[in-house]
């Protein structure tokens, strides 16, 4: 064990070393003290853990790139061995004679060409198709190409090419042997060809590679690419919030059957970055060489809810989703979608909350800082009113009759009441508004996840019920 954690560290060094290198010497890495970094414990302890706006506002924004120089140097090559030795397993001694990629240009072209680059060393003919016109002319593209090896963002692209001639997809492309999906792996399919773990690859860089043991959908932690930590948190089903530890764990200390949000940092531009994805360790992978050591092996889940914040309270995501489902009574429409946020339409003026008796100020002040608070809504501490009520919007399936509106928005505030206190409080002195309910006209969650799948790129499938995290803070 003392050998592997010198190995360990030895690697990971060598991912800080690249780190500090490419963004140190910048300006905006001499700001934020990261060129006088000179060890992983120092990186921790200096550098902050930022969520995605922190991070966008402090670090991203100073950057201002994806690096695309022609001196930087990509560490996506260096665990390229495992994916591709994973990949040549699923398909026997005979390498694929055509790759067909099907991936929208997402991030900046290092990161893009992280796949590219993966997909080459199996050898074969690649064609990558990175538009997505119809599902009728991919698949018309993809038959041309007769491929033995399918590359997609997600199962339900799949889905949609075979809803094209409502049949399986080997109908159509007699010579495909496997297909390598990167999300929604564990959904419903016509195909029969196995389909398998692509990886998972965002805008740091690599975040997993598949694996050759456990679930076809796990995948286990790149942490020989970026630095990457583990935050965890309480589970918000039981605790009503999601409770963060004020520490990250390594990898390597992870607990079977824990959930963690990933934080990553790379030489991309990121340092600590809060992905907002979550995963739950099933298993550990064996070292891949004698100089490795053991990595773990995680499910993907989808994101905690989100707490949302109002006037006087927090509302705890999790409360939410319960208050949503059971507001839909056995009687009511089916649901198919629900989104719940902070109502905009609720945010108090300026002249109710200085009690001045006036909602809109002159003319002659709009250039002036009265002017400026009345057009934002804040105090004169420059603090953002927060909103005062929730808005759902809710899709179902069937008829949807005049008062249900009124029934749901009842019932989900009564639900809410009993379970949050401080809620229940601010309700009864008329402090906070009743929930404000929206049915949107079917087919608006069908839309939502066909522009997903024309992206071609990322997760398509979203919770039942969403919730929406507001920038009205």
């Not at 030895?10 to 800080?16: A, F, I, P, V």
């Not at 893009?112 to 680059?117: A, T």
């Not at 918000?236 to 990933?262: F, S």
Request: proline content about 7%; some cysteine.
């Amino acid at each position: 064990m003392r050998i592997a954690r010198s190995a360990q560290r030895n690697r990971r060094d060598d991912s800080l070393r690249l780190l500090i290198e490419q963004l140190g010497p910048t300006r905006p890495g001499r700001e934020l003290g990261l060129h006088a970094v000179g060890s992983l414990d120092d990186f921790r302890a200096s550098i902050p853990i930022r969520d995605r706006d922190r991070h966008q506002d402090e670090v991203n924004a100073r950057f201002g790139f994806g690096i695309g120089d022609d001196d930087f140097e990509n560490p996506g090559a260096w665990e390229r061995d495992v994916p591709v030795g994973v990949w040549s397993a699923w398909l026997g001694d005979t390498p694929p004679r055509r790759v067909a990629l099907l991936r929208g240009r997402r991030f900046d072209t290092a990161v893009d060409e992280i796949l590219v680059e993966d997909l080459e060393s199996l050898g074969g003919e690649l064609r990558r198709i990175d538009r997505w016109e119809s599902a009728a002319s991919v698949l018309e593209q993809l038959q041309a190409f007769e491929p033995d090896l399918l590359v997609v963002p997600s199962v339900l692209t799949v889905c949609e090419l075979e809803s094209v001639h409502r049949a399986p997809l080997e109908r159509r492309l007699p010579h495909l042997e496997l297909i390598l999906a990167e999300h929604d792996l564990r959904r419903t399919r016509r195909t029969r060809i196995p389909i398998r773990s692509a990886g998972w690859i965002e805008a740091p860089g690599r975040f997993a590679v598949p694996s050759a043991r456990g679930a076809d959908h796990s995948v286990t932690l790149a942490v020989g690419t970026s630095l990457i930590e583990l935050l965890s948190y309480s589970n918000p089903e039981e605790d009503g919030q999601r409770v963060y530890q004020r520490q990250t764990t390594m990898p390597e200390d992870a607990v079977m059957g824990q959930r963690y949000e990933l934080v990553v940092s790379s030489p991309h531009g990121f340092l600590r970055l809060r992905t907002g994805e979550h995963v739950r360790v099933v298993g550990f992978d064996m070292p891949y060489g004698p100089a490795d050591f053991p990595r773990p092996r995680v499910l993907r889940l989808p994101p905690a809810p989100a707490d949302v914040r109002l006037e006087g309270c927090t509302v705890s995501g999790a409360w939410l989703s319960a208050s949503i489902r059971q507001a839909l009574h056995r009687e009511d429409p089916a649901l198919v979608f629900a989104e719940i946020g902070p109502d905009p339409l609720s945010i108090p003026s300026i002249g109710a909350s200085l009690r001045t008796g006036s909602a809109r100020l002159p003319e002659a002040f709009d250039d002036t800082e009265l002017g400026w608070l009345t057009r934002t809504g804040t105090h004169r501490s420059g603090k953002r009113k927060r909103p005062r009520g929730l808005l759902l919007r809710i899709e179902v399936q069937g008829y949807v009759s005049s008062e249900l509106v009124g029934k749901l928005s009842v019932r989900i505030d009564d639900n809410l009441q009993l379970r949050s206190p401080a809620y229940a409080h601010l309700r009864k002195r008329d402090e906070l508004d009743p929930p404000r309910v929206m049915v949107v006209p079917a087919g608006t969650r069908g839309r939502d996840e066909q522009r997903r799948v024309e992206a071609l790129g990322g997760v398509v499938r979203h919770p039942d019920v969403r919730i929406v995290e507001s920038s009205l803070r």
